[in-house]
């Protein structure tokens, strides 16, 4: 995180690595060190987009209309006429203290947003105590609601921890949202 910080000393230690290893090759090698070393470093350039940038950032699967005719649970909720929470699923219905609970959410864009949407998940009893919650930049899986476009529909998976409740067993009601961070 920090290697930014050495940017401006780079130049300078470029001059004083070249300096050092001419002075270890033989002088009829002076004039070919900066191609050999240019050849060298040229093959860690073109496989780290490769090898290490691609697969950081997950390729974004949009979800076509068959897929979204089969979410289990529809509810069809929009969320200030630009996103809207078609649906969930649980694979789970019955969860134990400090096991996680998770749950899948169908997304769709119904306009550009223009801006990127943090969720949240609340997790209530019966009581309306809070077991849990999750807060989340929707689109966390690389593809941001700044960048939706209308129609498009997407999912994803939220995991939390739920506290134990005062009444056990207990039913457990799940509120989402959206706000800007």
Do not use: C
């Not at 002076?30 to 070393?37: G, I």
């Not at 997950?58 to 200030?80: C, Q």
């Not at 969930?88 to 223009?114: C, D, K, N, S, V």
């Amino acid at each position: 995180m920090q290697g930014r910080l050495l940017f401006p000393a780079l130049p300078a230690v470029a001059v004083l690595l070249a300096a050092g290893l001419s002075g270890i090759v033989p002088a009829r090698w002076h004039e070919r060190l900066p191609a050999a070393l240019g050849a060298v470093l040229v093959v860690p350039a073109v496989l780290a987009p490769i090898l290490y940038i691609l697969p950081a950032y997950p390729k974004v699967m949009l979800l076509d209309e068959s897929r979204v005719k089969a979410i289990p649970f529809r509810l069809d909720v929009t969320y200030g006429d630009t996103i809207q929470l078609l649906g969930y699923r649980m694979e789970r219905r019955e969860f134990r203290p400090a096991q996680p609970l998770e749950i899948t959410l169908y997304w769709r864009a119904l306009a550009p947003p223009g801006r990127n949407f943090t969720l949240f998940l609340h997790a209530f009893d019966a009581d309306d105590n809070k077991l849990g919650q999750v807060d989340s930049l929707l689109g966390k899986d690389g593809y941001p609601t700044a960048a939706w476009r209308p129609g498009e529909a997407l999912e994803e998976t939220y995991r939390f921890l739920l506290e134990e409740p005062k009444d056990r067993p207990s039913s457990v009601r799940i509120e989402a949202g959206l706000y800007l961070y």
